[in-house]
């Protein structure tokens, strides 16, 4: 069986906590297969963590026009029209993920999960937290 790499991008700040807030919130789950749980600071931490991963789910906040806590899945092909509206990490998640494929990465492997936040400042909602985990484990019993 495959570990998959589940990889939230976040900060301390607003609802930029929302990629960390899932990580923790996963490590109390008990998800199916294996899993590596990992909070990142930066996107650019995310290359080697993709390049070693036979699968992997990013998460993120997205700052998009949509209502707050709607949730986008993304593939790689979809991120570069998603960049100008990803979080302050969105030209640096694109960036991370272009650099993995070119280094052989495939496609395939990776999803990105973006919740639209609406604003930076927006506090964080616990569902938001929730309905991420469950996706999440619906993607990896998919894997199963």
Known sequence: MTETLIA???SSHGADRFG????EALRHE???GRVKLVACSLPAELTPLLLEAPRAIVIDALLGDGLAGTLHQLSVA???QAALRLSSHGHGLVDAVRLACVLGMP???LTVLALDV???EAELQEAWVTMLCERVS???QRAV
């Not at 960390?20 to 990580?23: H, K, M, S, T, Y």
């Open 107 to 109: 496609a395939e492997r």
């Open 118 to 120: 609406a604003r930076p």
């Open 30 to 32: 008990a998800l199916p």
């Open 138 to 140: 619906l993607l990896l």
């Open 8 to 10: 939230g991008i976040g």
């Open 78 to 80: 979809d991120l570069p």
């Open 20 to 23: 960390w807030a899932v990580i």
